[in-house]
């Protein structure tokens, strides 16, 4: 599983790669952009003129692409890439996407003899650039196995979620928790600042009581609270709240097909999408704490 192909440099698939590229692996490269292709060939990379060229001869294709119209553009409607993947190569999607397409690319690739798992990504471009991303895969077993090599060079912690799919719902349905608990972090402390409370011994508080969570932990949402996480830094970095709706809107996508009563991840989804028009979507989701601060 020496030969990697990798598909989707942007701000995720551009530090995986070049993981990939120091650990060893004998890296080809594909993305639209020019500029992205040139900086992973800087780095070490081969670079290749098309996406079906990319992936000749490789053991192992990864993509790393905006949604599930992309992933399906390549592994359904892109014949010329089919026909160059080879029946060993195992293809591992990376990629947020609907639960649908990932299944759809998995049957049509099965339909071919050819191997795929999904495995989104939690931890960011912080964890993208570390090798410290936890991948949840949906597939099999045995095909996770072979992914293992390539996965540890890029991440700390891999988890297999179940068959085909699996790894996006697993995806989608800690996002809903972690909107949700953000939002209700945020809640909670603008109520403690508007009856003259400090944010930060209400933080100790809460760390210490019942309302302990992650986001209070790790990912404070109030200015201040917290040295180096996003809200200390005016929002930037981190998670954007564009994702966290794009996150949202396939769990709600998931849970109408799967009729599961969703009014917590609902509600979370209202309050992101407001705080997107209002002008934020650029920035970290914690700063979901200014909806509640505005007044
Ligand atoms: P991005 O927009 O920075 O990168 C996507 C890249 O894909 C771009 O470089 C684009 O040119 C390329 N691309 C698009 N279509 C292509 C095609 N047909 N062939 C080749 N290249 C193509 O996005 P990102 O932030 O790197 O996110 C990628 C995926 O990771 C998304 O599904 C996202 O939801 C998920 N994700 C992102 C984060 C994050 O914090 N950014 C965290 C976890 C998961």
Not at 62 to 83: D, F, Q
Not at 201 to 223: A, H, K
Not at 235 to 260: E, H, I, R, T
């Amino acid at each position: 599983m020496n030969k990697v192909a990798f598909i989707g440099l942007g701000n995720m698939g551009g530090p995986m790669a070049a993981n990939l590229v120091s650990a060893g692996f004998d890296v080809c490269v594909f993305d639209l952009m020019e500029d992205a292709v040139n900086q992973l060939v800087n780095q070490g990379a081969r670079s290749a003129a098309t996406a079906a060229t990319a992936v000749e001869g490789a053991d192992i294709v990864i993509s790393m692409l905006p949604a599930g119209k992309h992933v399906r553009g390549l592994y359904i409607e892109n014949t010329e890439l089919l026909a160059s993947l080879t029946e060993k190569a195992l293809v591992v999607d990376c990629s947020t996407i609907d639960v649908e397409s990932a299944r759809a690319v998995a049957e049509n690739l099965a339909s071919q003899g050819k191997r795929f798992i999904d495995a989104p990504v939690s931890g960011g471009v912080a964890g993208a650039k570390a090798g410290t991303l936890t991948f949840i895969v949906g597939g099999d077993a045995d095909d996770l196995a072979r992914a293992q090599p390539a996965l540890s060079a890029m991440g700390k912690n891999v988890f297999h979620a179940g068959a085909h799919g699996a790894g996006q719902i697993a995806k989608i349905c800690n996002n809903i928790l972690l909107s949700v608990l953000m939002a209700g972090t945020s809640e909670a402390l603008q109520m403690a600042i508007d009856n003259g409370l400090d944010p930060k011994v209400m933080s100790d508080i809460m760390l210490q009581s019942s309302g302990r969570n992650w986001t209070l932990e790790v990912y404070n949402p109030c200015p201040g609270v917290l040295p180096d996480v996003p809200s200390s830094n005016e929002y930037k970095g981190g998670f954007m709240v564009d994702l966290m709706n794009k996150d949202l809107m396939l769990a709600m996508q998931c849970a109408a097909q799967s009729q599961s009563s969703v009014p917590m991840g609902n509600q979370a989804q209202a309050l992101y999408k407001q705080h997107s028009e209002n002008g934020s979507g650029q920035l970290d989701f914690s700063s979901i704490f200014n909806l509640f601060a505005s007044k």
